[in-house]
């Protein structure tokens, strides 16, 4: 027998409970179910997930090996979905380019199109090109290629018949390893200077912010471009991929300090910190305990909007020719191949690159917007 107003009672009670289990979540719960409301958040978030995937295991990721060479300039491998005996199939074939037995009456060059006969199914986890992963594990496993083995070019080849896709996908290792050393030591130094100028305040903070204007006021491009080009061409990789890394650390810094500090201005004057001073705990203990997790969360989204402009700067140098140099492989490396609008206009496709560029700053931007919206405590 139900007693009157039990049923409301009973909501009441689970409704209350549930709000003291929302109000007894951690930080990191709080923020990840505020993420999780944000479509553009979540988006960024599995893209930038996929491409650190492909870049960690990027020997299982990518079909092809990245050094093999084929067909100089060859278009991509049309994708469709009928065999070569022209029955629909619903697994995904790949069409080869050959030799179409034709000449372009212009340039009397050879026609090449796709050819339906020799289709070849394009399957997940096939044998190709074998490889160690991390150097260590031998496997010839990739994640998707064709059935038979063979090479199918996603995204065509470039002037020296490497195919684009793989080299892309290995791309990603030095493109994102600049940006994340890069991102990782202007956050370090950026986030140390400016709560200390902020929290010290008087003549260290006046003349440091001196400092950090002048650090400012670089024009940043003339100058990476002046550092980078005193290194010699002789110099080994390593030192080069160092030095760039240290020029692009050098000057992106300061920015992130001058944030840093407007916060700890206002920090330092809240109750809790003047409580730790009047108990007196030591200034390294205030700034790294009380302070540094009050500004974590803006350091946290300026992370993620910084790694897409580093990946940028990155893409811009090594088009010029001031990045990483052969044999590694960067996406702005890649795109040096699309400095003449002849091969631009007669092989499009060279500008593959573009598109990771494009995509890897849409994932980072995207997740740190999401990322800004699910830490603001207001």
Not at 145 to 171: E, M, Q, Y
Request: aromatic share 12%; hydrophobic share 50%.
């Amino acid at each position: 027998m139900l007693v009157p107003g039990e049923d409301t009672l009973a909501d009441a009670t689970v409704a209350t409970g549930r709000a003291a289990n929302r109000g007894t979540e951690t930080y990191p719960a709080l923020v990840w179910r505020r993420l999780r409301r944000s479509r553009a958040g979540m988006v960024g978030l599995v893209m930038v997930t996929a491409i650190l995937f492909a870049s960690v295991f990027a020997e299982f990721v990518a079909p092809l090996d990245p050094y093999a060479t084929d067909a100089a300039f060859a278009p991509p491998d049309p994708i469709g979905f009928h065999d070569a005996s022209g029955a629909l199939t619903l697994r995904p074939q790949s069409y080869p380019i050959a030799d179409t037995g034709k000449f372009d009456p212009v340039t009397f060059q050879p026609i090449m199109g796709p050819d339906p006969k020799r289709a070849r199914a394009i399957g997940l986890f096939v044998k190709g090109p074998s490889y160690r992963l991390f150097g260590l594990v031998p496997g010839d496993v990739h994640l998707f290629g064709a059935v038979d083995g063979k090479p199918v070019h996603f995204l065509g080849t470039d002037k020296f018949g490497r195919d684009i896709l793989s080299r892309g996908i290995f791309g990603s290792r030095i493109s994102l390893m600049i940006a994340l050393v890069v991102v990782t030591i202007t956050t370090a130094v950026g986030t140390t200077a400016g709560m200390a100028s902020g929290y010290l305040g008087g003549r260290f903070d006046a003349w440091f912010q001196r400092f950090v204007d002048l650090v400012l006021a670089f024009p940043q491009l003339p100058l990476y471009l002046a550092l980078t080009s005193l290194i010699p061409i002789t110099a080994p990789t390593d030192v080069f991929l160092a030095f760039v890394v240290f020029v692009l650390s050098a000057l992106g810094w300061a920015q992130l300090s001058r944030e840093v500090r407007g916060k700890t201005l206002a920090l330092a004057r809240v109750d809790y910190v003047k409580a730790a001073q009047a108990i007196g705990a030591s200034d390294g203990r205030i700034v790294f305990q009380h302070v540094l997790p009050n500004v974590l969360s803006h350091v946290i989204v300026i992370v993620t909007l910084q790694i897409p402009n580093v990946v940028l700067l990155e893409a811009f140098l090594g088009f010029l020719g001031f990045a990483v140099k052969p044999p590694l492989m960067s996406w702005g490396l890649m795109l040096q191949d699309t400095g003449s609008f002849s091969v631009i206009g007669s092989y499009p496709w060279i500008l593959s690159p573009v598109g990771f560029v494009l995509a890897a700053v849409f994932a980072f931007n995207a997740l740190g917007d999401g990322l800004r919206d699910a830490v603001d405590p207001y």
